[in-house]
């Protein structure tokens, strides 16, 4: 590997590090686009395995904090990724077998509608003390588990760690805070990310040095992202709005260059 293809992928892992301080979620989206078109990575299949791999990683070291903070709903965030899991290891396989400039066209076309959902935001009447219970579980399985195997299935299908489907899909089935939906979503992030990576892994698909870069580059930019986003915190809605329209201007460059 040269000096350029490993500043490329620090540089690549600092942006989505950065992404996730700033606005809390959705850098991640980024890191295959980034691989293939920033990085060089000729595979998208491999792109996807390696994405997962730091994805799962960063996820596990942000869980940390928010375990300490007391936010994660640990039964809720056991359920959702069981049945993610279950999603995940089927969607792997189904991703692996479609053809790579195909995956791309989709990828590019699910990261428009994802950036065009974030423009119009979410109104959810919260239920801050949520808890699965025996009381309650009848109800909350039945939205739990089939919303999980939906996230599952789309992040192992794209290798992505589907931070930004996880958040709404715990809101909606739980009605939870969102300061709980994100720290409970990365229970469920490391556990995609865990599954997908495995299942690359498995086929030989994962390009462990960049994996390592990538991680690296994260975590200074998430260091970076969060000092950024403190200082810029009552500008937060329109951090989310720009991301957004990044994301949809990145997905249409990869759904037509890609396809």
Do not use: Q
């Not at 808890?131 to 089939?146: I, M």
């Not at 969060?226 to 201007?249: D, M, N, P, Q, Y």
């Amino acid at each position: 590997m040269d000096v350029a293809t490993i500043l490329a992928v620090l540089a690549s892992g600092g942006v989505i590090g950065a992404i996730l301080g700033l606005v809390g979620g959705g850098g991640s989206i980024l890191a295959v686009p980034l691989l293939i078109y920033a990085v060089g990575m000729r595979s998208p299949h491999a792109a996807i395995g390696t994405a997962a791999v730091a994805v799962a990683a960063n996820a596990l070291l942000g869980l940390a904090g928010h375990a300490r903070a007391g936010t994660v709903k640990w039964p809720c965030a056991i359920v959702f990724a069981f049945a993610g899991v279950g999603g995940a290891a089927i969607g792997a396989e189904l991703g692996k077998a479609f053809d790579g400039k195909r995956l791309l066209m989709l990828f590019g076309l699910l990261m428009i509608g994802v950036g065009l959902s974030m423009l119009r935001g979410r109104r959810t009447a919260e239920a801050p003390d949520i808890r699965l219970t025996t009381v309650n579980a009848g109800r909350l399985l039945s939205r739990l588990v089939p919303i999980g195997l939906a996230v599952g299935l789309a992040a192992g299908f794209f290798g992505i760690g589907g931070g930004f489907l996880i958040v709404p899909g715990l809101m909606l089935a739980t009605a939870m805070p969102i300061r709980n939906a994100v720290g409970t979503s990365l229970v469920v992030i490391t556990a995609l990310g865990l599954t997908t990576a495995a299942s690359y892994t498995v086929s030989g698909l994962v390009d462990w040095r960049i994996a390592g870069l990538l991680v690296l580059g994260g975590v200074a930019g998430a260091i970076a992202g969060i000092a950024l986003g403190r200082r810029l915190g009552a500008h937060k809605g329109l951090l989310e709005r720009l991301f957004a329209i990044l994301v949809i201007t990145v997905g249409g460059y990869v759904a037509i260059v890609g396809g």
